[in-house]
């Protein structure tokens, strides 16, 4: 087999504070397109890669999390869509599309297999797909709203990032539940979406208001009974005054803060106790068990036209740094991928 060039994505160094596109560059390492004998590894072609927040928590030198910190000078390790050029595991074979772990270059030889997942390639759904609605970010939407929020019919939810990955289909399971919807954003276009694509009920622009908790009762007279809480800081302040009595606040995610090393505290939190609040973090990976029922039911939901999603696609491997950084800034509309190669 040949040995061709692999464009690479790499950290510099780990980083303070937001991160820039400067903190990552791009390199041109060889790759033998050959997954080596007894090696029980993959060779894949990268056709899409995924852009998320979680990923700026790796590009800092801290062994206490859940997930290893990247290692500096290495391509970045990421959620991808691959096609599999070359096999010396059973299980796979060259043909075959597969998404999971995979890393920031055109080629990867994949190592760990154990958490890959086959595709079948399926015309009315797009293989990039597999990164955001029917991949982590999607299932994430699915764990936590029906295994943290105990949702009811007829019940008030609010979705922070509401027209991001997660939260576009956060506030879409809730509506199909049955639910009244409201979705904060950071742009008018972002709350145009939510309201007239999207099926929210209303949606506001959380950079114009200078009261978050004013806008709250706006939208909540009676008060929230689900908070899905995807950035944490001023907006979950404001959320807490506003639960109703045996509300549920899942905490998904605090993008707000994933920028700044000295974070400002919740003021609020003796709401949990005046209105009997459950307020509980998540992880979408302990959760797995419920991956085959997600896929079943918002594969059907999509395809029946009651479920819609939004992405944000750049192209080219050399965009990926950019697009990355925009999460943290707003920058994308909906979820974030980089396409690297098509086919
Ligand atoms: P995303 O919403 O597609 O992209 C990030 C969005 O966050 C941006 O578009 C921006 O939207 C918003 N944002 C950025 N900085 C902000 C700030 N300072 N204050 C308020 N909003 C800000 O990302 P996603 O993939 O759906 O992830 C959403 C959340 O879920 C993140 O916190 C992520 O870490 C978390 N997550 C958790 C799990 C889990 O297992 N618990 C799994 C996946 C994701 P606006 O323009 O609306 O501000």
């Not at 209303?202 to 939208?219: G, I, Q, S, V």
Request: hydrophobic letters at 40%; one cysteine or more; aromatic letters at 10%.
């Amino acid at each position: 087999m040949a040995t061709v060039k692999n464009g690479q994505v790499v950290l510099k160094g780990y980083i303070e504070g937001a991160p820039k596109k400067d903190d990552m560059e791009m390199k041109i390492g060889t790759v033998e397109l050959k997954a080596p004998k007894g090696s029980g590894a993959l060779l894949v072609k990268n056709l899409y890669l995924s852009c998320d927040p979680y990923m700026r928590a790796r590009m800092r030198n801290f062994h206490g999390s859940y997930i290893q910190p990247f290692v500096p000078g290495q391509p970045i390790e990421g959620f991808g869509v691959a096609k599999v050029l070359d096999s010396d595991n059973p299980n796979f074979k060259p043909g075959d599309f597969i998404s999971g772990f995979t890393c920031w270059e055109e080629y990867s030889l994949i190592h760990n297999t154990s958490q890959l997942r086959k595709i079948q390639p399926d015309d009315s759904i797009p293989l990039s797909y597999h990164l955001g609605l029917l991949g982590m970010p999607g299932f994430t939407a699915y764990a936590g709203f029906y295994e943290i929020c105990s949702p009811k019919k007829g019940e008030c939810v609010f979705v922070s990032a509401a027209s991001g990955a997660v939260g576009q289909l956060v506030g879409q399971l809730a509506k199909l539940h049955g639910c009244y919807v409201v979705g904060s954003a950071g742009s008018s276009q972002k709350v145009d979406l939510l309201k007239n694509k999207l099926g929210f009920d209303e949606a506001f622009n959380y950079k114009e208001e200078t009261d978050l908790d004013a806008a709250l009762k706006r939208y909540f007279p009676q008060g929230i009974d689900i908070y899905f809480d995807n950035v944490g800081g001023a907006m979950l302040d404001a959320a807490l005054l506003n639960m109703q009595v045996h509300g549920r606040i899942a905490v998904c995610g605090m993008v707000s803060l994933h920028s700044y090393s000295d974070p400002k505290g919740i003021h609020n939190l003796f709401c949990l106790v005046t209105k009997r609040i459950k307020m509980q973090g998540f992880l979408q990976s302990d959760y797995m068990h419920k991956f085959p029922q997600f896929l079943e039911h918002v594969t059907d939901s999509y395809k029946q036209g009651k479920i819609v999603y939004i992405e944000d696609m750049t192209e080219g491997l050399e965009t990926a740094p950019a697009a990355f950084v925009g999460l943290f800034s707003g920058k994308n509309i909906g979820k974030q991928v980089v396409c690297v190669a098509r086919e």
